[in-house]
């Protein structure tokens, strides 16, 4: 269940002009808890994940310009 949440969580970020910069752990865990995933996990998982997505959204973006 964790890994389905960390698949969702991508499009909960926080962002400003340059783009995303970072997750919105409280968004997430809020849908972590909804969906009845072990929300300990995901805190400590978020972190390892969270610079790969950032990554993902900031090449897409270069991509598209």
């Excluded at 610079?51 to 993902?56: D, N, R, S």
Aim: aromatic share 8%; glycine share 8%.
């Amino acid at each position: 269940m964790t890994w389905a949440v960390i698949r969702r969580c991508g499009g909960q970020v926080r962002a400003a002009f340059a783009g995303p910069y970072a997750l919105d752990y409280a968004a997430i865990l809020m849908m972590a808890d909804a969906m009845g995933a072990e929300t300990a996990l995901l805190a400590d998982a978020l972190p390892s994940v969270e610079p790969i997505i950032v990554k993902a959204y900031r090449e897409n973006a270069e991509d598209g310009d």
